[in-house]
């Protein structure tokens, strides 16, 4: 009995240090709270689907949302706010899917990042621009129009998309920078289809 004590205290330290890492830092804490965030379960179609990361007019599409972040060096958590986490897909209007915004925390020891996703696992690209037709009216047309037509072609050429990231924040102030130049240029993350030019970025 004496002999497996030790065994089982070394357990117990192991244990605890796992859950520690898992555990959110206080400012990530903090974050949560005042934004009014709770961990989330993003769907598989999501995690598994490619984003672009421009709203209106993206110049490319990177890979898998999870490949993105599997590159993070720091924990991440989903979250999402306390008021969507049970809301059915489709509760708006069930014949046009909603978008959800989810948040990737990136817990560092100097800061944490959020990085916000607008999940469109849901929407096809003609579903897309009707989404926006209901808030832009007649201005969605030309202004989303061409960005339609790269989204068809990227999905006829097997790179659809599921995702958008919308926004940066870091310790909770707005990033200026584009996240699509963020991550090309900040992070080196390269996209894997060049929607101007219609087609797959040779690696």
């Not at 002999?3 to 520690?20: A, D, I, K, Q, T």
């Not at 989810?102 to 560092?108: Q, R, T, V």
């Amino acid at each position: 009995m004496m002999r497996l004590m030790p065994m089982f205290l070394g357990f117990l330290l192991l244990v605890g240090h796992v859950s520690g890492a898992l555990a959110a830092s206080q400012k990530a804490a903090a974050l949560r709270q005042a934004n009014g965030l709770t961990a989330f379960t993003p769907s598989e179609k999501l995690l598994a689907g490619n984003f672009v990361a421009d709203e209106m007019t993206p110049a490319v599409i990177f890979g898998t949302v999870k490949s993105f972040v599997a590159s993070r060096q720091c924990p991440t958590t989903w979250l999402i706010e306390e008021g969507e986490k049970n809301r059915p897909a489709g509760a708006i209007n069930p014949d046009q899917p909603a978008e959800f915004t989810l948040y990737l925390e990136e817990d560092c020891p100097d800061q944490v990042v959020y990085y916000v996703f607008i999940d469109q696992s849901g929407l096809t690209p003609q579903q897309w621009i009707e989404w926006r037709e209901k808030f832009a009216k007649s201005k969605a047309e030309p202004q989303y129009g061409s960005t339609k037509s790269k989204l068809d072609q990227a999905c006829t050429d097997g790179c659809g998309v599921s995702a958008e990231l919308r926004f940066i924040q870091k310790n909770g102030e707005l990033q200026t920078k584009s996240p699509e130049a963020f991550l090309r240029q900040d992070l080196n993350f390269a996209p894997i289809y060049d929607l101007n030019q219609r087609k797959k970025i040779s690696k």
